[in-house]
């Protein structure tokens, strides 16, 4: 048996034993979550969001696809990329609003702002770093005063600095009692490593939906925010007292 067939086999297995498991559907129902958000009917367009949370929403299928094959290290890493990804764009999409006032907006393949389509086409070694990421965000004045009123900020850098640890191979959870890295050797199902990414990808997905309903209030008022009051009715009520509804 090649390595391949040998990897499908094995991993098919782990597949079937998580497709039994109550939390992979309640999982599903996240992950599809992210995509519901590009139903929207905001007009104009925000092109550089819709594209925030279409690479969110993509990478969050591919992170579902290693979590439901027992490899849950590699999907929670996948995990930073989605939140790390769309804060980033989300930022540039908050610049662009921002320049909207002083310069005409120039279209360049569907994307605006030469700055941002340089970045995400990956022609620049220029990145934002995060203190600029927040700096620029904070601007928009609904998400300044639900971090002044939640804290929101310091729980992403939390999350996220533990993510970076699965990014760079030395998760904790590596070296607790009785755990073994992902591989194949060791592909098999295992409810709490499932049960903890579930965890880390239900908080990234109400972090990008805080934030995306900050930036465009409207979508609360849309069908395409009833998967977001009921996925996460606590941060939903928070959002709504924020804006004032």
């Not at 199902?189 to 903890?196: G, H, S, V, Y």
């Not at 849309?222 to 004032?244: C, E, H, Q, S, Y």
Request: aromatic share 12%.
């Amino acid at each position: 048996m090649t390595l391949l067939k040998e990897l499908v086999s094995e991993t098919t297995k782990v597949r079937e034993v998580t497709e039994q498991d109550d939390s992979q559907i309640k999982a599903e129902e996240y992950v599809s979550g992210f995509n519901a958000w590009l139903h929207h009917h905001i007009a104009p367009s925000p092109p550089i969001w819709n594209t925030a949370m279409f690479e969110a929403s993509a990478l969050t299928v591919v992170s579902y696809f290693l979590a439901t094959h027992g490899f849950y290290e590699e999907a929670t890493a996948m995990l930073r990329e989605v939140l790390e990804g769309f804060l980033t764009r989300l930022c540039w999409d908050s610049k662009n609003d921002q320049s909207q006032s002083i310069h005409p907006l120039q279209i360049i393949e569907g994307k605006k702002t030469i700055d941002y389509w340089e970045w995400e086409s990956g022609r620049t070694e220029t990145y934002l770093s995060p203190r600029k990421i927040w700096s620029i965000l904070f601007e928009n004045s609904n998400i300044k005063h639900y971090q002044d009123t939640y804290q929101l900020k310091q729980e992403i850098d939390i999350l996220l600095n533990l993510l970076n640890k699965y990014v760079h191979g030395r998760p904790d959870s590596r070296h607790s009692p009785g755990k073994t890295r992902s591989s194949l050797i060791n592909a098999r199902f295992n409810r709490e490593d499932f049960n903890l990414w579930f965890t880390r990808l239900r908080t990234i997905y109400g972090f990008i939906s805080i934030l995306s309903a900050l930036s465009y209030p409207n979508l609360l008022e849309m069908r395409v925010a009833d998967n977001f009051m009921i996925l996460d009715p606590i941060a939903t009520g928070r959002v709504k007292t924020i804006l004032g509804r």
